[in-house]
């Protein structure tokens, strides 16, 4: 009971995102009602171009589940141990080549006590200005652990390795009474940089430079797996780099929360005592693990199909008139989306929605829609999704 | 991951949670994998006499789930606001007459967080010696938040008003630099006392001295409806003397994992930001909330069948040849299940388990079974579990 009314929060969480993602074909408050995007009456499985994942309604996972759980019955975790949590974390340790892995019920969670752990009794944490660690975790760093962040790279999609060695320079050569830096964070793909995958050699270059000055790094890896299938980098190699990776299990997993952490086991064994003291040691998580389980194996194919399935959709919509999907430097998942003055966009959108059960975001202030890219692509046809967006297009002609 | 083997922790976990309650059928760690109580395979649905609720299978969980779903469509929660989340709260608002309600992903972080919000800057927290909060919390009060828990009634079920007015005078009498005592918690049932009801009167007398005194109080009220089905107090009376209470949602209302929080706005109000600094901020919770919702609707009325039905049982058990099972005093649901000499008890329990689908704790040193009621008993008729336990008793005479 956060507040008194429901609807309005929604429409926050979803336009909070800073993605402007709340779909133009719900544009009033008296249609809010749908943003529990409850399509059972649809007859099409949906396909979205708004999300990074497949985003259930609760009738879709528990079929999911139901479905995974009939191939294989789901085991049971208790306190996050055993289970399909057990399976999950054994699975992440050997997909980042890291000695152990641990479920943490949220992302949060995890960055928030794995900085606090590497940074040992330093007092400051480099962080990039454009990131979850330093915009949406509510300063949790300061207040609940005693850690400064600092902001590097303002105004960057990313920083470089000029930019960190010039934000230590700032600290350690301009105060008096020198406080450590301990830890430097990295997030990769960067969410507020509509995805973009930091190149591998600027990766490289900043981790190299923390080894040889003795800084931990921790990656922020909430949609690691997003970055690899675009740049044909693996998990493992980006993990590599870095002491811990965390990564979401509910952004393209599907499960409904959760997250994992990465790193060696001094490290990870410290989390078991940590996590409860914190207050995240749920009763069972299987619910959330078993999910994620089911949707990490077989990823990488996936990805594979989803790029070539994408590409096809988005060159015959490129070439209807009045479309234009663009890519982005550095791009992973998401395009820009810009739609000819002559075409209604709620109407395209409304009409790609009811009719086919195909999902858009609205436009921010520049006419741009991100359009998003996720494995729902592969509950069509590219030839059924483009034929889709003919029959709408025809219809939201101005 | 947090050791390398599962099993070993799944024994522990239950072991660990003092109730002797590992089944007696379960005795060697070659059968430990038949501690996910996948009874699939069973014709009937279980009735145990082991756990506070009905302890699920995935399986059942999802099961479930799915007719709540089919019921009424179940809205889903985005990072707690909304939803079967949002209903939730209103719910237990009503119920413990509080002002609002919030879901936490654990008892622990509901308890500490509301801990350190009524304490202040007030250093000193006085809890029961035989409680959840000064036993299974891992020190969190002291480490994470910077609270002293003082516990109160060492070696005792529950503290009295005399033992609290002794302890808060040893601390204000007897320390130089004296620290403020800033709250008083209860836990009532006491889970650690087998479930006894602290007496109504006792619990009034010690809020009124702490209201006079200025402490504030908080209520362990994990299991509170238990307490309520066994002494007649309604669950808003026992909230009534408290500033704030604490009601799991796994433990008898079948979650798979939650707790509720409930007390005045400017408490609650202030968790929202708490709960997403100490990473509790999950992103979908209906999984449990949904659950919880539907077993708080109607558990008054629940509990009153259970109460007839369980009396039956024992009553009929008791008349059988060399079965004991002894009320407790300011018992709640569990009752002492002592066996004669004559009678193998892990033969009754094999022949239950396997023939009936009856689960039975195992004994402790002193050979008595904890024998707990649950709703599970309403799964069956009283006769048709007795004709079980007659069976079950001629195959375990020795």
Redesign the interface.
């Known amino acids: 009971?956060?507040k008194n009314t429901?609807?309005p929060?929604?429409r926050n969480?979803?336009k909070n995102l800073g993605l402007s993602t709340l779909p133009v074909l719900l544009p009033a408050a008296s249609m809010a009602s749908e943003l529990?995007w409850?399509t059972?009456n649809q007859q099409q499985v949906p396909v979205n171009f708004i999300f990074d994942g497949l985003w259930f309604?609760?009738?879709a996972?528990?079929d999911k589940?139901?479905a995974i759980?009939q191939k294989q019955?789901?085991?049971?975790d208790?306190?996050?141990?055993?289970?399909a949590t057990?399976k999950l974390?054994?699975a992440f340790?050997k997909i980042t080549g890291k000695e152990?892995?641990?479920f943490?019920?949220?992302g949060?969670?995890?960055n928030?006590?794995v900085i606090k752990l590497l940074n040992g009794n330093n007092t400051k944490v480099l962080v990039p200005e454009n990131s979850h660690v330093f915009r949406d975790?509510?300063?949790?760093a300061q207040?609940?652990h005693g850690k400064r962040l600092v902001p590097v790279g303002k105004g960057k999609p990313f920083f470089e390795l000029q930019d960190l060695k010039q934000t230590i320079r700032y600290y350690n050569e301009g105060e008096v009474f020198r406080s450590g830096i301990g830890t430097v964070v990295i997030e990769c793909p960067v969410r507020r940089a509509d995805g973009a995958a930091i190149p591998f050699n600027t990766l490289k270059a900043i981790t190299n430079y923390c080894r040889e000055k003795g800084y931990k790094t921790h990656l922020d890896g909430a949609r690691i797996h997003l970055a690899s299938a675009y740049t044909g980098v693996s998990v493992a190699k980006y993990a590599s780099l870095f002491d811990t990776v965390y990564i979401s299990l509910?952004k393209y997993l599907n499960a409904?929360?959760?997250a994992i952490l990465c790193g060696k086991a001094e490290v990870?064994d410290q989390l078991?005592?940590q996590i409860?003291?914190?207050?995240?040691?749920?009763?069972?998580?299987?619910?959330?693990t078993?999910m994620a389980l089911h949707y990490l194996e077989g990823i990488e194919d996936r990805w594979k199909k989803v790029k070539v399935n994408a590409a096809q959709v988005m060159s015959s919509l490129n070439k209807l008139e009045g479309v234009q999907i663009n890519k982005l430097t550095n791009g992973t998942n998401i395009y820009h989306l810009k739609l000819d003055k002559t075409i209604d966009l709620k109407v395209l959108a409304n009409t790609l929605f009811k009719g086919h059960n195909i999902w858009l975001g609205r436009a921010n202030k520049e006419g741009i829609v991100k359009f998003t890219i996720n494995e729902s692509l592969l509950q069509r046809t590219p030839q059924k999704i483009v034929d889709a967006w003919k029959q709408a297009l025809g219809k939201a002609k101005k």
């Open positions: 009971m956060k429901t609807t929060q929604r969480f979803l529990t409850d059972s309604s609760p009738q996972y528990l589940l139901q759980n019955a789901i085991a049971p208790y306190y996050g141990n055993g289970g057990q974390e054994t340790a152990k892995a641990i943490l019920p949220t949060t969670m995890a928030q006590l975790e509510a300063d949790a207040e609940v509910y409904s929360s959760g990870i078991t005592h409860k003291v914190y207050g995240g040691t749920a009763f069972q998580t299987w619910n959330a078993a």
